[in-house]
Nanobody
Framework: QVQLVESGGGLVQAGGSLRLSCAASGFTLDYYVIGWFRQAPGKEREGVSCISSSDGSTYYADSVKGRFTISRDIAKNTVYLQMNSLKPEDTAVYYC?????????????????WGQGTQVTVSP
Protein backbone atom coordinates (compact mmCIF):
# COMPACT_ATOMS: atom_id res chain seq x y z
CA GLN A 1 0.00 0.00 0.00
CA VAL A 2 1.04 3.60 -0.48
CA GLN A 3 2.98 5.01 2.45
CA LEU A 4 4.94 8.17 3.14
CA VAL A 5 7.11 8.28 6.25
CA GLU A 6 8.74 11.49 7.42
CA SER A 7 11.80 11.65 9.66
CA GLY A 8 14.50 14.08 10.70
CA GLY A 9 12.56 16.51 12.83
CA GLY A 10 13.80 17.75 16.18
CA LEU A 11 14.70 20.70 18.35
CA VAL A 12 17.16 23.24 16.99
CA GLN A 13 18.21 26.76 17.88
CA ALA A 14 17.39 29.69 15.62
CA GLY A 15 19.88 29.88 12.77
CA GLY A 16 20.41 26.13 12.80
CA SER A 17 19.66 23.48 10.20
CA LEU A 18 17.71 20.26 9.86
CA ARG A 19 17.17 17.83 7.01
CA LEU A 20 13.82 16.12 6.74
CA SER A 21 13.33 12.91 4.82
CA CYS A 22 10.17 11.53 3.21
CA ALA A 23 10.49 7.84 2.37
CA ALA A 24 7.91 6.60 -0.11
CA SER A 25 6.74 3.01 -0.50
CA GLY A 26 4.03 1.32 -2.52
CA PHE A 27 4.73 3.52 -5.54
CA THR A 28 7.70 5.03 -7.34
CA LEU A 29 8.41 8.73 -7.29
CA ASP A 30 9.00 9.03 -11.02
CA TYR A 31 5.51 10.15 -12.00
CA TYR A 32 4.43 12.19 -9.01
CA VAL A 33 4.90 15.55 -7.41
CA ILE A 34 5.83 15.35 -3.74
CA GLY A 35 5.07 18.30 -1.51
CA TRP A 36 6.15 19.38 1.95
CA PHE A 37 3.61 21.09 4.16
CA ARG A 38 3.63 22.32 7.74
CA GLN A 39 1.07 23.05 10.40
CA ALA A 40 1.67 25.11 13.51
CA PRO A 41 -0.70 24.93 16.51
CA GLY A 42 -3.89 26.85 15.82
CA LYS A 43 -2.99 27.51 12.21
CA GLU A 44 -3.99 26.01 8.90
CA ARG A 45 -1.73 23.61 7.08
CA GLU A 46 0.43 25.51 4.59
CA GLY A 47 2.52 24.45 1.64
CA VAL A 48 6.28 24.82 1.95
CA SER A 49 7.77 23.30 -1.19
CA CYS A 50 7.18 20.70 -3.87
CA ILE A 51 9.23 18.82 -6.43
CA SER A 52 8.47 17.06 -9.65
CA SER A 53 10.27 13.74 -9.58
CA SER A 54 10.07 13.42 -13.35
CA ASP A 55 12.12 16.52 -14.19
CA GLY A 56 13.29 17.80 -10.81
CA SER A 57 11.53 21.14 -11.07
CA THR A 58 10.87 22.77 -7.72
CA TYR A 59 8.64 25.39 -6.17
CA TYR A 60 8.87 27.19 -2.84
CA ALA A 61 6.67 29.31 -0.65
CA ASP A 62 7.98 32.86 -0.31
CA SER A 63 8.47 32.35 3.43
CA VAL A 64 11.16 29.70 2.89
CA LYS A 65 12.69 30.71 -0.42
CA GLY A 66 16.46 30.93 -0.15
CA ARG A 67 16.54 29.00 3.14
CA PHE A 68 14.98 25.62 2.29
CA THR A 69 15.97 23.24 -0.51
CA ILE A 70 13.90 20.31 -1.71
CA SER A 71 15.53 17.38 -3.50
CA ARG A 72 14.84 13.78 -4.38
CA ASP A 73 16.76 10.52 -4.68
CA ILE A 74 14.90 8.34 -7.16
CA ALA A 75 17.02 5.28 -6.32
CA LYS A 76 16.06 5.57 -2.64
CA ASN A 77 12.48 6.64 -3.42
CA THR A 78 12.98 9.48 -0.97
CA VAL A 79 12.42 13.24 -0.99
CA TYR A 80 14.38 15.55 1.27
CA LEU A 81 13.86 19.03 2.67
CA GLN A 82 17.05 20.77 3.74
CA MET A 83 16.16 23.60 6.10
CA ASN A 84 18.80 26.23 6.87
CA SER A 85 18.70 29.50 8.79
CA LEU A 86 15.74 28.23 10.76
CA LYS A 87 13.53 30.73 12.57
CA PRO A 88 11.16 30.24 15.52
CA GLU A 89 8.25 30.81 13.12
CA ASP A 90 9.29 27.65 11.25
CA THR A 91 8.15 25.63 14.27
CA ALA A 92 5.45 23.20 13.12
CA VAL A 93 4.66 19.62 12.30
CA TYR A 94 6.01 18.96 8.81
CA TYR A 95 4.22 16.58 6.46
CA CYS A 96 5.02 15.21 3.04
CA UNK A 97 2.30 14.29 0.59
CA UNK A 98 1.81 12.91 -2.89
CA UNK A 99 0.13 14.73 -5.76
CA UNK A 100 -0.99 12.30 -8.48
CA UNK A 101 -2.00 15.17 -10.73
CA UNK A 102 1.54 16.56 -10.83
CA UNK A 103 0.21 20.11 -10.70
CA UNK A 104 3.12 21.62 -8.73
CA UNK A 105 0.75 23.29 -6.31
CA UNK A 106 1.25 24.22 -2.67
CA UNK A 107 -2.42 23.93 -1.80
CA UNK A 108 -3.48 20.85 0.14
CA UNK A 109 -6.18 20.00 -2.39
CA UNK A 110 -5.10 17.39 -4.88
CA UNK A 111 -2.66 15.61 -2.59
CA UNK A 112 -3.99 12.13 -1.99
CA UNK A 113 -1.61 10.46 0.47
CA TRP A 114 0.00 12.06 3.50
CA GLY A 115 2.63 11.01 5.99
CA GLN A 116 2.16 11.11 9.75
CA GLY A 117 4.31 14.20 10.21
CA THR A 118 7.51 15.06 12.05
CA GLN A 119 7.84 17.82 14.65
CA VAL A 120 10.27 20.67 14.06
CA THR A 121 10.83 23.06 16.95
CA VAL A 122 13.06 26.11 16.61
CA SER A 123 14.02 27.84 19.85
CA PRO A 124 14.86 31.58 19.93
Amino acid sequence: QVQLVESGGGLVQAGGSLRLSCAASGFTLDYYVIGWFRQAPGKEREGVSCISSSDGSTYYADSVKGRFTISRDIAKNTVYLQMNSLKPEDTAVYYCARDPGATMTLTVFGYDYWGQGTQVTVSP
